[in-house]
Nanobody, 114 residues
Framework: QVQLMESGGGLVQPGGSLRLSCVGSGSIFSTNPMSWYRQAPGKQRELVAYIVRGGGTTYADSVKGRFTISRDNAKNTVYLQMNSLKPEDTAVYYC????????WGQGTQVTVSS
């Protein structure tokens, strides 16, 4: 089984930065994709960023140029560096590992407010 634990969320002012981390345990393979999703109050969960084998990445249009997903396979960890944060980035952020099914973490709250 796979377990994921996110950390790094918190309260930040608009224009600020945060780095989210997600540590995986269990049957984690560096060749499998990982991603970050988010869900804002009253909205559907949406894909934020995705990283595949070889380091290829995909981003939602709303975060391109501001967020960066990266991965440290030796530590079974995926990161989300978030810069130039906006109030509309406020959401619970979830880490996901993809195998024959998707595994989800518990989420970490990010609040962007002055």
């Amino acid at each position: 089984q796979v377990q994921l634990m996110e950390s790094g969320g918190g309260l930040v002012q608009p224009g600020g930065s945060l780095r989210l981390s997600c540590v995986g345990s269990g049957s984690i393979f560096s060749t499998n994709p990982m991603s970050w999703y988010r869900q804002a109050p009253g909205k559907q969960r949406e894909l934020v960023a995705y990283i595949v084998r070889g380091g290829g990445t995909t981003y939602a249009d709303s975060v391109k140029g501001r967020f960066t997903i990266s991965r440290d396979n030796a530590k079974n960890t995926v990161y989300l560096q978030m810069n130039s944060l906006k109030p509309e980035d406020t959401a619970v952020y979830y880490c996901t590992y993809w195998d024959t099914r998707g595994y989800w973490g518990q989420g970490t709250q990010v609040t962007v407010s002055s």
